[in-house]
């Protein structure tokens, strides 16, 4: 019953920055990390950034020393600071839940929003 809705993306010239905001509704049992994954056209889903509930971060290689996550578990929200754009950082970004079930990981997602990094 997890809702989830992004924004903050849009067009960016290349060194630029954006902030993109994920908020959650909807009752997030047993919700073990919350993320952002990115697909551009023609490649698969990749992980971006993302934060569990304990703090821990992990960072896709191409995401370090530029974005920041950041979450508040309380409020159920996730964001991701994106410094130092590039274009091949242009894909839509999608805000993501995992959850522990049976059977495995269960992952909600949202509808995502579109980064451009153009001239």
């Known amino acids: 019953q997890v809702q989830l809705v992004e924004s903050g993306g849009g067009l960016v010239q290349p060194g630029g920055s954006l902030r993109l905001s994920c908020a959650a509704s909807g009752r997030l049992f047993s919700t073990y990390a919350m993320g952002w994954y990115r697909q551009a056209p023609g490649n698969e889903r990749e992980l971006v950034a993302r934060v569990s509930k304990d703090g821990s971060i992990q960072y896709a290689d191409s995401a370090k020393g530029r974005f920041t996550i950041s979450r508040d578990n309380a409020k159920n929200t996730v964001a991701l600071q994106m410094n130092s754009l590039k274009p091949e950082d242009t894909a839509v970004y999608l805000c993501?839940?995992?959850?522990?079930?049976?059977?495995?990981?269960?992952?909600?997602w949202g509808q995502g929003t579109q980064v451009t990094v153009s001239s």
């Open positions: 993501n839940t995992r959850s522990l079930v049976a059977g495995g990981w269960y992952d909600v």
